[in-house]
């Protein structure tokens, strides 16, 4: 399929992009290969490593109750090996902010978690639950964690995400992705302009914008063009695409569609 190119062009808006795009490479994938087998093969640690030399910004790691990929060894590791910033992800419950309080990574994502899910499906319920996240989210932001919440592109959602003092949303980009794949093209784009609409809408209220969910090189593009994202967060992709072509050559390559993205959105220099 064709890399879509899209972005600011046609949207009639002024638009230059905030700063630089950051690529976050989420390892827990590699953790799932190990853990198929047990013992220490593929490492999640090296991964980072080879992330770091690839280009990535930062590594995200979710640590999800039932440990089924990560483990606390490797946040471990993580946290007292690698020179990136961690941007550790995990669902808002005590247990989990015990741990991120130990260890005070750079970031902490808060996620909606399932043990049945296959992943994260959807985005945290936020509206309906502000009182207990604003209190849950305070003490991790006092240790100097920078937190986000992961949301759908849904108005109601960002407002919440700004009334608990949030700095930084998430969007969650599954749909547009779970379109783009099946072929529904009227929903893939329709996911877009949301996505697009609430990007824009969530920094008008001064949340810092990041996204993530199921890109990949042919759905990066568009979402990498939005002016308001300040980072994408990438993994499951990039680990698959690691048995093909190796995890150095998936990180640049999606490192270029990136940069190639903001480039054609707002001219030289704005990758
Ligand atoms: N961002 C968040 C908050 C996530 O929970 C995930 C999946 O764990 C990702 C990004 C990365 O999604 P994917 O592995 O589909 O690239």
């Known amino acids: 399929m064709p890399e879509m190119t899209s972005?600011?062009?046609?949207?009639g808006k002024p638009t230059r992009p905030l700063g630089r795009l950051r690529l976050g490479v989420n390892i827990d994938h590699v953790a799932t290969i190990r853990n198929a087998r047990g013992g220490g093969h593929p490492d999640p640690l090296r991964a980072a490593r080879v992330a770091e030399a690839a280009g990535a910004d930062g590594i995200t790691a979710h640590l999800r109750e039932d440990r089924r990929h990560i483990t606390d060894a490797d946040i471990e590791a993580l946290v007292s090996t690698i020179s990136l910033p961690l941007n550790f992800e995990m669902a808002a419950t005590d247990e989990m902010q015990a741990i991120a309080l130990r260890h005070r990574p750079h970031a902490v994502c808060i996620v909606p978690e399932k043990r049945e899910e296959r992943t994260t499906e959807g985005g945290l319920e936020v509206a309906a639950d502000e009182n207990r996240l604003a209190h849950f989210i305070a003490p991790l932001r006092e240790a100097g964690c920078r937190v986000s919440i992961f949301?759908?592109?849904?108005?109601?959602?960002?407002?919440?995400?700004?009334?608990?003092?949030?700095?930084?949303?998430?969007?969650?980009?599954?749909?547009?992705?779970?379109?783009?794949?099946?072929?529904?093209?009227?929903?893939?784009?329709?996911?877009?302009?949301?996505?697009?609409?609430?990007?824009?809408?969530a920094h008008s209220l001064g949340l810092e914008v990041h996204a993530g969910h199921g890109l990949t090189y042919d759905t990066v593009s568009p979402v990498a063009a939005f002016p308001e994202v300040m980072e994408l967060?990438?993994?499951?992709?990039?680990?698959?695409?690691?048995i093909f072509s190796g995890l150095d050559s998936a990180i640049r390559r999606m490192r270029e569609v990136m940069d190639r993205a903001r480039r054609e959105a707002f001219g030289e220099g704005a990758a």
């Open 233 to 242: 967060n990438i993994g499951h992709f990039l680990v698959g695409e690691a």
């Open 151 to 201: 949301i759908a592109a849904d108005r109601r959602q960002i407002e919440a995400a700004a009334r608990i003092g949030a700095p930084v949303i998430e969007l969650h980009t599954g749909a547009y992705c779970d379109a783009h794949a099946d072929g529904r093209l009227a929903e893939r784009d329709a996911e877009l302009a949301r996505l697009r609409d609430m990007a824009a809408y």
């Open 7 to 11: 972005g600011a062009a046609g949207t």
